[in-house]
């Protein structure tokens, strides 16, 4: 279909928009008022199983392992001091211990040096007890034997207590949380842990304390990615105003797009929250702003059309319908292709990125509707004026005539520019190969983050830790583990673990736990605390005994390792860090480990590495597939709307150049693909086209009517080039906000959009008219 006959369309629908525009205007007003009711009701998830559907192996697994051992979470202290059994650092342990179990939702059970259960030997055989139960004595003989009895037992030495005594954890366990509301639950644990540990009356000069757990680091992130989200949700809004006023220059021109943007955003989210879809709380801004800046995009296209033609004109309603029948159609095809691109991110196979495809999709699709329907009903309020005196002249500007000229350079350089342009990309396809993936914390937040700056610390301390995966071995039947043959196994399998890549050693001990370390210790005990006897006994009864003993005997943690008809156990591995690129394989090695320890029992792998482990390949995958599907979508439409294959092909390369290069650039400068980084080059991809599409509309509509490709590429670039710079610009500035984020990732995705869409500008000014000027794959031009 002819170019004109389409506009033409578009010239009638303006024309009905002004003649019905208090209709416009009331229909609207209701559907943005229903929208925005629904906002109070607004709720955000920040689920890591968001990622995970309910058929993939890690969540079945999962699901297993909280089935037989409830929850995993625990609120957990790391208290440093120069002696952690001085009788004050005691008594804190034991007091906040108190209070903590007294008023944290969930809290199930302590684990500390004041509250633990170690088997003592008596005149009747073995007593499970804390060695503190008839209080903490004074500094003197009575607490230095109980040091030396606690010092003394290998379970609790560089696992609970360093061998300095320099350090010692102190943790509480949890209840299972309901699984409708396990993140609304896991924030009251992590608000109510954080009110009581951050207490001033905990501050001492003889200790500190460094929270931690999946709870209180959850809220943690809770309130910073909160802080964040308003930051720069604020931030783009001024960006916006302060676009409108540099390009519009007119308070109808910052006022309508303003209306227009608040409206479709806000709506969107209403009537999200009306049906009871969630905000993702990490990837919420990118919706909003991407709706920001396309919005004012949109926006400027079309009242810079009007403006033009008001200016030759001076008639109102005329330039209204000119300007829409001018770009209605790149306008509407560049929302198109950009939700095309956005619902690829619905082949992720991600739930998280699944909201984000559709959120984004929806708010880009309504705020163009706003736009679109607003701009020229509200514009269409208000007198004629005279037309300009320059009105006649063919460059509407000092800067289109510009622009002319630099489309009359290009072309007289056409094949150097093109050259160079094919191998400035070339220069980046290596830096392709060099990316990486991670979902370590520390590389996403960053250490500008203050919380993330103390658990690096944390970390790097004796027996200080954040990630850990734990091996489950299922049996064929009850009572397994009751087996001396397989108890020995796992004790074999720690073993193993211990030896691993990345296991952390805190002394000369490998920070792997198990039920094993119970029976050895109860074994021990009950040999005269021979140490020669911290070993699995031989005799089936004998361990049924130990195990049976510590149960009754108020040992709290026995069931936290082992099923309750003991056929399953665990084994939990604590890591020195997290690398991505020996993190898979450890897992792997684990998982081999036990298989061979094991033959033919049900092995899996759960905890937070495994997860972080599956959704580093998840990312990997997703991307490819939404990379894929977003090219694939654009490609098909560009070919079907300009009915040309070469056309498409034309139009995709200025794209694909801007995607390889920041890709090149994350390579080079080792920047990791993780949740948000990955969205940058689909993103990207349809953000992009956007600019080639008005440029190619725009020539092949100066092909048609002056039948000169050379004319039809000047024209283009005197007419639309300020606009499409224009439009660039708004959308780094929108970026920009992210920029200046201290989150790592954020302050990534504002960076590198930025480039790449600077890129994809540069590519639109230099690859798309000379390619369109060299290879004219719109025909032959007319003869004159």
Known sequence: MKLDRINRRFAQFAAFQIKWRWVFVAALAVFTFIGFAGLPKMTTSDNMEDWFDEYDAIQINTDRYEALFGNDDQVLVLIQAEDVFDPEVLAMIR??????????????????????????????????????????????????????????????????????????????????????????????????????????????????????????????????????????????????????????????????????????????FGYMAHLGISADANMMTLPILLAMALSIGYAIHLINAFKFHFRRSGKRKEALIAAVEETGWPILFTAVTTIASLISFLFAGIGALRWLGSASALAVFTVYLYVVLLVPVLFSFGKDRPPAAEASEPGRTGVDRKFYRLGESLIAKRIPAIILSFLVIALFVPGLFRMTVTMDYFSMMGKKIPYISRLAEMIETKIGSLYTYTVMISGDEPDAFKDPRRMRQLDGLCEDLGKLDLTKISGNRARVSAVTEIVKEMNRTLNGDDPAFYTIPDDGDLLAQLLFLYEISGGGDLFNRISEDFSTATVTVELSGYDSSRIAKAIRDAEEAARERFPGADVAVVGMVASFAEMSNKIVYGLLKSFAGSFIIIFILLALVFGSIPVALIGMIPNIAPVILIGGIMGYAKIPLDMLTMTIMPMLLGIAVDDTIHFITRIRLELEQTGSYRQAVLNSFGKIGKTLGTTTVILCAMFFVYALSPMAMLFHVGTLAIIGMAAALLADYTLTPLLMFTLKPLGKEKSS
């Not at 924030?187 to 842990?193: P, Q």
């Not at 001033?200 to 964040?228: C, F, I, N």
């Open 95 to 268: 007091d906040l211990g108190a209070e903590l179990l007294e008023k944290v939702p969930f809290a199930k059970e302590l684990r500390s040096l004041t509250d633990m259960s170690i088997s003592f030997g008596t005149e009747e055989g073995i007593e499970v007890k804390s060695p503190f139960e008839d209080g903490i004595p004074p500094a003197g003989p009575e607490l230095e034997e109980k040091r030396a009895y606690i010092m003394s037992r290998s379970s609790l030495v560089n696992m609970l207590v360093s061998d300095d005594c320099r350090e010692t954890w102190l943790a509480l366990s949890l209840y299972a949380y309901n699984e409708e509301t396990e993140i609304e639950e896991m924030y009251t644990v992590g608000e109510a842990a954080m009110s009581i540990i951050t207490d001033p009356k905990w501050q001492s000069s003889k200790y500190t304390l460094k929270p931690s757990g999946m709870a209180y680091t959850e809220w943690e992130e809770h309130l910073v990615v909160e802080d964040e989200t308003v930051k720069r949700v604020l931030g783009g809004f001024i960006v916006v105003i302060l676009c409108l006023i540099l390009f519009t220059r007119s308070l109808r021109g910052i006022v309508i797009p303003v209306l227009a943007t608040i409206g479709g955003i806000g709506s969107v």
